[in-house]
């Protein structure tokens, strides 16, 4: 019995739809201090804030943009004078180091080698990654990035821990 409920379930996983579920991701880490390096060089540096890891698929829009860019700006995940996290990104003047990740969408599901047909195609990506940054800075908030495309060496102190998976839709 559990052998054909198995094999039931398997194969219903399998023809799950994808398309219109996928949504922008971000994986945020409050951190002290955050660093990108690419090809030896320090290109983005935070002292104090986020570090965002962005990956878009091909479904998302300016909205989705927006939405997530407003909604990490305004996280209450630093501590108000009570030891609460109580306060924001803005409440606290904190910094984002965002890095292009479109490794985020790797499904892994299936063999040892992820797939990455979820993610954006790199033109459609680099644009609304821009956006997002550009909705931050609309904020007052400092970003610096990593080179949308390029191998990265990304250094951070993470906070707490504190890390957070933000999507929109």
Known sequence: ??????????????????KGVLQLRVVVQRTKKASVVVKGETVG???????????????????????????????RVFEDDN?????????????ILSISQ??????????????????????YAEKLYDLFNDKLREKDI???????GEMMDVEL???GPVTLIVESK
């Open 1 to 18: 019995m559990f052998g054909s409920l198995h094999i039931a379930r398997k194969q219903y996983l399998l023809k799950l739809p994808f």
């Open 45 to 75: 540096q935070i002292d104090f804030g986020f570090t965002a890891l962005v990956g878009i698929t091909h479904d998302d829009t300016e909205d989705d943009v927006a939405f997530v860019a407003d909604k990490i700006a305004n996280l």
């Open 83 to 95: 030891g609460k996290m109580n306060l924001s990104l803005v409440d606290v003047g904190g910094q």
């Open 102 to 123: 479109f490794t985020l969408y790797g499904d892994c599901r299936k063999g040892r080698r992820p797939n990455f047909m979820s993610a954006a195609k790199p033109e």
């Open 142 to 148: 400092v970003v610096e990035t990593g080179i949308f």
């Open 157 to 159: 102190t993470n906070h």
